[in-house]
């Protein structure tokens, strides 16, 4: 089923439900649809139509909902950004995807300056009126009674940009199959019932947060969202709108923990949490089991290319357990040398590198404008994820590190090689490398081990270097800085970071 299509299906159900609130404004899925077809019908007019690339750089707000039921109905490929990523990263999206439109807000308006385009894409504003059109003109021009086409299931319905090993984000073609079917698995794996409600905490550029969007959908549920989060604005309307389910990262649950006003508020309607994105450390598992006291606590464990991997809906029991093979999954753990072939698998108890078969309605086919890394990540039709895990005597994964040594903080994948060039760059530093250390609030932080070409270096003055560099998107900067002799190297010259950690 192609998404557009499913959003009718909805309506067709459900047109006076509820299906977005952001804070004091709610739409209905009747007056949802009708704004979609607006949007849609005006970019077509403006010659937008199937497989062509709609960028977006916006917060969780209404406006990103409609527009992504308005791209999928005109058979374009959503392509939502991250516009907290550095402006050089931006660009390269840009480059590799070649969006016909960009739509953009205040918030990503200062990156939006620095586009270069080869040939230039239609300018959309939300909020502003500085671009070649404001997102209130193409809903006001628009027709509320569009009709659209049914698309083939194959054909890509969503683009996500996920970082690699050489720093530069990867697109993800998802098709409208990929989609559908994680989201009917996600409502299977966390129990979510029909007109279920979910607190829209992860942004659209994330794997998560499509999925929270897409099952409410199917379930003609309500799918409420702030564009900041902020605890106290989140815990309100927690209580408020009576959610029933929840999906964040760990540090999202953290700050709302740590907010201090938690006893404030009823959430006695939420019944299931679940986090993905990265480790949570048992502490937080525990807190979370206390303060929501929820019927179903699951643990997701996946990839953007993959959607589920495994699940683990006993985190309390068994802490940082990645589960199970999730219900259309097929997993093994082979020998974590980058040579490895799916027949490779490792003894019980043993470490090895986590592999996904690819045939999987929810598994990609292979990263945009990429062959090589395809051909990496994707080789008799396994998916090798990069992750190192093993096996307890119970069938029940656990995921320990990466093969390539990504540093993941706050649901963020961050390249140790792009930090590290970055830190290169200061005329004060004659070496660095970049590990990730545990930390109950982020999963992990990044740290970086420095060894300094002139003794006057200090971390104040490194720390701003980072702060301003335009290369170096916010949560990249590292958070910690250990000055060193020497960074320890192997025959091959590649850094041996767990031996920086293991001198500590």
């Keep these: 089923m192609d998404l557009g299509t499913l959003l009718e299906f909805a309506v067709g159900r459900s047109p006076h439900s509820v299906a977005i609130v952001e804070d004091e404004k709610r739409y209905t899925y009747g007056e949802l649809n009708a704004e979609a077809n607006r949007l849609a019908s005006s970019l077509r ?15 969780n707000r209404i406006e990103s909902v409609c527009l992504f039921w308005a791209v999928q109905k005109l058979g374009a490929i959503f392509t939502p ?49 500085d671009a070649d059109v404001a997102y209130r003109e193409l809903v006001e021009k628009g ?32 098709s409208h199959k990929n989609e559908y079917t994680a989201a009917v698995a996600h409502i299977i794996q966390n129990a979510y019932e029909r007109d279920d409600s979910t607190f829209g905490a992860m942004p659209l550029h994330h794997t998560m947060g499509l999925r929270s969007l897409v099952t409410m ?16 604005v989140v815990l309100r309307l927690l209580a408020s709108e009576k959610v029933n389910d929840l999906y964040m990262i760990p540090t999202m649950y953290h700050e709302l923990l740590k907010s201090g006003g938690i006893q404030t ?6 019944r299931r949490i679940g986090y993905a994105g990265a480790p949570m450390s048992e502490g937080l598992v525990q807190e979370c089991l206390r303060a929501f006291k929820p019927e179903l606590f699951v643990n997701h464990y996946g990839s953007t290319e993959v959607y589920t991997i495994t699940t683990c809906s006993i985190p309390g029991e068994k802490p940082g357990c990645a589960g199970k093979a999730g219900i259309n999954q097929l997993v093994r753990l082979v020998n974590p040398s980058l040579e490895a072939e799916p027949e490779d698998v490792v003894a019980l108890g043993e470490i090895g590198q986590v592999i996904v078969h690819a045939g999987s309605d929810e598994a990609f086919k292979g990263y945009w404008n990429r062959p090589d890394l395809t051909r990496r990540a994707i080789r008799n039709n396994w998916y090798f994820t990069g992750d190192l895990g093993y096996y307890d005597e119970d069938g029940d994964l656990f995921v320990v590190g990466r093969v390539d040594e990504m540093v993941i903080s706050g649901g963020e994948h961050i390249s140790p090689l792009q930090v590290e060039k970055v830190l290169g760059a200061h005329p004060k530093v004659q070496s660095a490398a970049i590990v990730g ?33 335009r290369s170096l998107s916010a949560y990249a900067r590292p958070r910690k800085y250990i000055f060193v002799d020497n960074i320890p190297t192997g025959p091959n010259g590649k850094i041996l970071r767990r031996a920086l950690v293991d001198a500590k």
């Excluded at 509320?144 to 697109?171: C, Q």
């Excluded at 959908?217 to 106290?232: H, R, W």
């Excluded at 270096?457 to 270097?465: G, Q």
Aim: with cysteine.
């Design 45 to 59: 007019k403006l010659g937008i139509g199937r497989r062509d690339r709609v960028m977006v750089l916006l917060k």
């Design 81 to 129: 950004i991250n516009y907290r990523m550095s402006g050089k990263d931006v660009q390269y999206c840009i480059n590799d995807v070649e969006p016909k439109v960009i739509v953009y807000e205040k918030a990503s308006q200062k990156v939006s300056t620095e586009f270069r385009f080869d040939v230039r894409p239609l300018l959309i504003s939300v909020g502003m009126d």
């Design 143 to 174: 027709s509320p009674e569009a009709t659209w086409p049914a698309y083939p299931d194959d054909d890509i319905a969503v683009m996500l940009y996920t970082s690699g090993t050489t720093g530069n984000p990867k697109g993800v073609p998802r």
């Design 217 to 232: 959908c199917i379930l003609s549920g309500k799918y409420v969202i702030t564009p900041d989060f902020d605890a106290g």
């Design 265 to 270: 508020y009823d959430l006695s309607s939420l």
């Design 437 to 469: 250390e545990s930390d109950e609030r982020w999963g992990q932080i990044v740290v970086a081990y420095v060894v300094p070409s002139d003794p006057s270096l200090s971390v104040a003055e490194l720390d701003s270097f980072c702060k301003n560099h």
